[in-house]
């Protein structure tokens, strides 16, 4: 690995790589931190990954890696770049293995008194209604006819049979769909692995969590979204499970074959990738729209779990508990967006890797309810700590492409955090704050345990005042579904 790049800070919450400080590189690299966070990252490879995407054809302005940076696959995770659509490049590895992975908040009208009596009960109706762990299996399995709808669809095929309700659709980014999708670029072993895995959690850092509001920040932004303090909502974080994997193997491959092809090195070879213009590019995007609609597909028919959960523990009608969804947001993702660079706007290719999209209030983007106060941005931590309800604000179109952090962000890897960690320790630890833990497995808990994690009260703190987001709302953990 070649030396990590020194940083330079450019003010309280914001450190630049400059250009000239790892060879290649076309554009500087922009980190979002603090003092606090930067003593966790300096010396770390992920600001080498960093260095390494700024050298890549193509890319607009800067490299950029949100306060939640950590190793990932060729980008950090953490980690935003925009390229030009004529002379850039599309990189999976930017965008990562699990597709449209992304979090849905669903609020509820129980307060938390409400829920205390029946939330083992409850955390167990979910674990059954929701599979999870490695390979989960069960859910909504599909027909082989249907799998091109789901593909080409995404959430509103799942709210068409059964699996939601209209409205829902409204509240997600992109309305739960992307339109540039083909199935027709989605291999058959992508396919096998997605027809039984609809409505399924998986395992890793995917998880299912009963939350109670805390504290709110922005009142009146808080009651649009239907957030009152002391309520109940429910955060789930999954994506498109094994057929995004596979999409995302699949193209690597195909594109690491082509560069070899044409004697290209890159800096790194995870940074496999293809000119957005070329046949490569155009199938990976229109097949990564696919999984991306599959992962919608995914949170929709999870979201149908959850209700019928709630029913049968409450013993009333879903809608009479609410359970409205507050919003769906992506964060592994490539979009097509207009940007201003130099005073022209461009169509850009916006990668975001463990990035969100955070734009500001007035964005058509915006559902219309939302529009006045910016999209919510869903920032969860750790299932022993916090999690946050944000918007995104005007400055974050200049500093960051208008993208956010998406979660509290790894310190340990999970190798590492079961070493470090033993399941009856942070068990132990959950239940004497109150928090019941449902596991398929019990690396699923040690791998996730809150020390593994950065402090997500510092992340949040440096995306806002680094001018990304505005806090609204912050939700604690009552009970927790982990794969």
Known sequence: ?????QLVRRDEFTYEIPRDEASGMRVPGVLFSD??????????????????????PGIQRHALAMPDIHFGYGFPVGGVAAFDLTEG????????????CGVRLIRTNLTADEV?????????????EVPSGVGSQGGHPLPRSEIDEVLSRGAAWAVEHGLGRREDLAVQEEEGRLAAADPREVSESARKRGLRQLGTLGSGNHFLEVQRVDELFYPECAHVLGLERDRVVVMLHTGSRGLGHQVATDFIQRMDRRLLEAHVTLVDRQLSCAPVTSEDGQQYLAAMAAGANFAWANRQAITHGVRRAFAAVFERPDAELDLSVVYDIAHNMAKVEEHTIDGTRSKLLVHRKGATRAFPAGREEVPLPYRPYGQPVLIPGDMGTASYVLVGLPSA???SFGSSCHGAGRRLSRHAAVRAFRYEEVTRSLSAHGIVVRSASREGV?????GAYKDVEEVVRVAEGAGLTRRVARLVPLGVVKG
């Open 35 to 56: 003092a606090a966070l930067l003593a966790g990252v300096e010396g770390d490879p992920s600001l080498q990954q960093l260095a390494n995407v700024a050298t890549l």
């Open 446 to 450: 040690t791998e996730e345990a809150p």
């Open 1 to 5: 690995m070649p030396t990590v790049p």
């Open 89 to 100: 490049v599309v990189s999976p590895g930017g965008i990562g293995y699990d597709i449209n």
């Open 397 to 399: 179109i200049d500093r």
């Open 116 to 128: 205390r009596p029946r939330l083992s009960a409850l955390i167990d109706r979910l674990y059954r």
